[in-house]
């Protein structure tokens, strides 16, 4: 069981450049997440999805898209990088339908490292 | 304004001795408390979660109280060791957020480290 696991764990990018951020949980979970942690703040979320076929906007959406065609994956997308989304990134999964929203647990990965210069 | 504030910023005990961690929060509606450990290079990890209705939450060393009145929250972890050295990360849940999901407030975390 491994849980929630994301690719890469590291990358450098320039201005400009596109890439995909992939996460894969094996928990059967309905529900997934992606947030930046940046120095200084707590995690913010970008954007998040309840389902298969479903996303939505989280707090910090600009220059981010998503999507969700299998329950397992949640990708995150950067179309064009810009230095401010210099961050590490942390998907995570939860089932609060499941485990009730009081006492649900989300659970993380380990993180992507992402560098823009 | 929707915050959760973490004290102090940082913090270095010796292996053996115990410590406490603060967390205040301003967040309406209340659904519950958790608190996560974050190793370096790593994804937080649960270690407690309390409802309004729960005073205190213990899980191994690890002990949480909660005062829903005055909006405060500990962490008191007993006879610390090199193994605890990390960030302390307190979320507060806001309750009916968006119909879907409730939304995690992040404070900013306790960055813990233990000498030995």
């Known amino acids: 069981n491994a849980g929630v696991t994301q690719t890469p764990k590291f990358r450098v990018l320039k201005t400009g450049q596109s890439m995909t951020l992939l996460c894969a949980q094996d928990m059967n979970h309905e529900y997934m997440y992606w947030y930046r942690q940046d120095p200084g703040m707590g995690l913010r979320l970008i954007h998040y999805s309840v389902g298969e076929g479903t996303t939505a906007k989280g707090e910090v959406p600009d220059g981010y898209n998503v999507s969700r065609l299998k329950k397992q994956n949640f990708l995150l997308g950067l179309e064009s990088a810009a230095p401010s989304q210099t961050s590490v990134y942390f998907c995570?999964?939860?089932?609060?339908?499941?485990?009730?929203?009081?006492?649900?647990?989300?659970?993380f990965g380990a993180g992507t490292r992402l560098s823009v210069l | 304004k929707n915050q959760v504030e973490q004290s102090p910023q940082s913090l270095i005990i010796l292996e053996g001795k115990n410590c406490t961690l603060q967390c205040n929060y301003t967040v309406s509606p209340f659904s519950n408390l958790r608190w996560y450990k974050q190793d370096t290079g790593r994804g937080p990890v649960s270690l407690t979660i309390?409802?309004?209705?729960?005073n205190t939450k213990s899980n191994g060393r690890y002990t949480a109280t909660l005062d829903a009145d005055t909006k405060q929250s500990s962490l008191h972890i007993t006879a610390s060791q090199l193994s605890d050295s990390a960030s302390y990360i307190c979320?507060?849940?806001?309750?009916?957020?968006?119909?879907?999901?409730?939304?995690?407030?992040f404070g900013t975390g306790t960055l813990l480290a233990v000498q030995p």
């Open positions: 309390m409802t309004f209705s729960e």
């Open positions: 979320v507060v849940s806001r309750g009916n957020y968006g119909g879907a999901t409730n939304k995690l407030i």
């Open positions: 995570a999964s939860d089932n609060p339908l499941t485990s009730g929203r009081a006492k649900n647990i989300q659970y």
